[in-house]
């Protein structure tokens, strides 16, 4: 079986290497969105803005991992916060993630698609 590597030449790879700090960047943005609580609260926001509360409730996380993770989050620069009143309100700053995570779920779905392939073989 002839397997494709998932990683196309882009912008980013197969033009000029990085650099160390460069490396490190997208090591760091990656290990950011290693995190499922990360993931499940950024495919919230995706859908528009949240307080707390609100990705507490749709999360069905507990508020201080939501907190946590928002902070995590915040400080990578994934995502916005803003005051309204005395609640915080969260939104997306980076929207690029979601484009990375589509193309991870593209990626995983082909390989699901030739190991099926190949077991029917």
Known sequence: MKRESLIRPGPCMGRKPLGDAQ???VAELFAVLSESSRLRILQIL????????E????SGLKQANVSKQLGILQLAG?????????????????????ELCELVCRGAAEQAAQRAAALRR
Do not use: H, M, T
């Open 23 to 25: 490396l490190q960047a």
């Open 78 to 98: 994934i995502i916005d916060r803003r005051q309204d009143g005395n609640r915080a309100i969260y939104s997306i700053k980076l929207s690029l993630v979601f």
């Open 55 to 58: 990705l507490v409730e749709e």
């Open 46 to 53: 995706q859908r528009g803005p949240r307080s707390v509360g």
